[in-house]
């Protein structure tokens, strides 16, 4: 198993400003995830962060917007940039090993864009 | 496109109550995942799923392959067990999500 630390927990923040969202795992893993759920919404993936190069992203997420970064096999950051109202949301960091069949999530952060 | 349907959408239940929910999936999958996600927004996975079925403590899940259906039975429902339950399928490097059912269990 993996246990999975972000920080922060949670944000206020004002519309035009970025956050930086950092992902800690405690174990090497093999695949990192940034997901978002929006208010009263299931999750959907972002991106899958990818060890030393860009990250992939996915249809309707543009690296502009939510810049990823994973130096190592235990780190991930994703900041949300330019930040509007829209992007309130709770952002979760996941993690797997292997095939991915086990996804570890961590507590996520839930920001809020005034 | 691979539909992850679920449900029901919002279930509430009497304390000791038997609880199930159900999800759908359109595609074939390698897993199917069963996530607890409480108010804070912390997401605990349950169970992974590829075959049969699985029990821990009072929560059981079940799948059936041929008709792309699982299912999550809580038994002895408490009131601790409020929470939104996702199903995911699993795909070959990411997940697709159901919308959630969100259950009450009232004391």
Known sequence: SAVISQKPSRDICQRGTSLTIQCQVDSQVTMMFWYRQQPGQS????????????????SGFVIDKFPISRPNLTFS?????????EDSSIYLCSAASGTGDT???????RLTVL | ??????????????????????CSYSVGISALHWLQ?????????????????????RL???INIQEKHSS???????????????????????????????????P
Request: hydrophobic share 30%.
């Open chain 1, 43 to 58: 999750l959907t993936l972002i991106a899958t962060a990818n060890q030393g190069s860009e990250a992939t992203y996915e």
């Open chain 2, 1 to 22: 496109k691979n539909e992850v349907e679920q449900s029901p959408q919002n279930l509430t239940a009497q304390e000791g109550e038997f609880i199930t929910i159900n």
């Open chain 2, 60 to 62: 059981i899940a079940t």
């Open chain 1, 77 to 85: 950051t994703l900041t949300v940039s330019n930040m509007s109202p």
């Open chain 2, 72 to 106: 999550l039975h809580i038994t002895a429902s408490h009131p601790r067990d409020s929470a939104v339950y996702i199903c995911a399928d699993n795909g070959h490097n990411d997940m697709r999500f159901g919308a959630g059912t969100r259950l009450t269990v009232k």
């Open chain 1, 103 to 109: 996804q570890y999530f961590g507590p996520g952060t």
């Open chain 2, 37 to 57: 996600q409480h108010p804070g927004g912390g997401i605990v996975s349950l169970f992974m799923l590829s075959s049969g079925k699985k029990k821990h403590g």
